[in-house]
């Protein structure tokens, strides 16, 4: 319970001299100073030890340390310039291969559809065979106003009629 | 900084020599020796240039900076104790702080002569005063004393809540209260002023 009082009071006594406590704590503090000669002996100590920090000597760096932390601050931005072109170059030969091979692909799937579609060998059956179906009617035609006159016949329209 | 942020070469100079002084003065109570506290604001400095483009205008500059100082401080201690472990059948780890100790309990027994402390004398007692206080009191303590930060900066620079940041100061403070009492007397400074 004292220890935790005096942590407290240490505290605040600490945050007092750091101009740190809140406004209501400071006026409370201040009274309990103005009757306590224990406590402002301890706040003098304080400040004293406080004080006796400023006799620490100041330091001062040589020119030569601003010049030698801008090289090298220097040097590692273009360490990391470099990098990066080379991080650039490295991509740029990647997007070049992808891009390559891609075309080459396609160049190849074109060239396969293409000769897939027009130089099929059923295609052209496939296109003849209606032909290929009435070829026996055609042989026995004399001429092209003959096939058009049976046409108008319905004679080429057996399996219609069949369908109907 | 803002200058800085939009790569100008000669605000980042500046930057640096504004800087230098305070930020190696804390690195080297942090760690003690001068060559090693140069090397450790150079590389504050560094990382302060790498992360310009992510600086906001709304945060203190050196709030910033202090806090990546106390990251490099934290990281290099870290490294250190690492390597001491991995050496300790070749070296004591208390050889740092045993001599600092050593004559801190040798002037407060009064085997020091008693007489007025000259200002390089008193200088050196403050100096393993702050260095008998632990890493994190020592921080707190600089930023307080020669930053001028409030606790809310504190705070925000060694990453802890500004309560934790309170009680550290105490600690701090009470700590270097009682290590710098032989030199006072009855609250006067051997000196017999208060600097």
Known sequence: ?164 | MLRVRDDDAMAFEELVQRYQNRLVSVMEHLVRRREQAEDLAQEVFLRVYRARKNYEPQAKFSTWLFTIANNVARNTKRSLARRREVNVGNENRDTESAPALEQMALAASGLMPARQLDKTERAEMVRLAIESLNERQRMALMLAKFENMSYVEIAETMEMSVQATKSLLCRARENLRELLQPYMQDGESPSGNSG
């Open chain 1, 1 to 164: 319970m004292s220890d935790e009082h005096d942590t407290t009071l240490d505290e605040q006594l600490v945050a007092y001299l750091d101009g740190e406590l809140p406004p209501d704590e400071r006026s409370d503090f201040e009274d309990r100073l103005s009757n306590d000669s224990t406590l402002r002996k301890r706040l003098r100590q304080h400040q004293r030890a406080w004080d006796l920090l400023d006799s620490l000597p100041r330091t001062n760096v040589d020119d030569a340390f601003a010049r030698s932390t801008v090289e090298m601050v220097a040097l590692s931005a273009a360490e990391e310039i470099q990098q990066a072109e080379q991080a650039t170059s490295r991509s740029s030969k990647i997007v070049w291969w992808i891009t390559a091979e891609v075309l080459v692909v396609a160049a190849l799937l074109g060239f396969l559809i293409v000769r897939v579609a027009v130089s099929g060998p059923n295609r052209q059956l496939a296109k003849d065979l209606p032909i290929l179906e009435e070829l026996d009617a055609y042989r026995f035609g004399e001429d092209i106003e003959f096939l058009r006159a049976l046409e108008r016949e319905g004679l080429f329209n057996v399996e219609s009629e069949d369908d109907l």
